[in-house]
């Protein structure tokens, strides 16, 4: 069975960093992506970013292109997501989820295994 654990979440100022890590185990195959997503109070969970390995490709949303980088430690079996230039609208609950026939989807309902989710609070 696919488990993830989430950590890494916490308070910091505008332009301040964090990096997340999502630690995984039980996939049966090397092929599978990993998302980001969050969910803020009132708003629907949205994708951050996905990492695909089988097509070793990323994929990031459009508010935290040039912000966000998603990259893994395949010794580890875990997956970073290092948040720099963070802003009080990237408050959320963040989450990390697999999808373990790597569909190469950043669609929330295509990722089969979800993680605890990590709280991340920006202040102004």
């Known amino acids: 069975e696919v488990q993830l654990q989430a950590s890494g979440g916490g308070l910091v100022q505008a332009g301040g960093s964090l990096r997340l890590s999502c630690a995984a185990s039980?996939?049966?195959?090397?092929?599978?992506?990993i998302g980001w997503f969050r969910q803020a109070p009132g708003k629907e969970r949205e994708v951050v970013s996905c990492f695909s390995s089988g097509l070793g490709n990323t994929y990031y949303a459009d508010s935290v292109q040039g912000r966000f980088t998603i990259s893994s430690d395949n010794a580890k079996n875990t997956v970073y997501l290092q948040m720099n230039s963070l802003r009080p609208e990237d408050t959320a609950v963040y989450y990390c989820a697999a999808d373990p026939w790597d569909r190469g989807s950043w669609i929330p309902d295509d990722y089969d295994y979800w993680g605890q989710g990590t709280q991340v609070t920006v202040s102004s």
């Open positions: 039980g996939f049966t195959s090397d092929d599978y992506a």
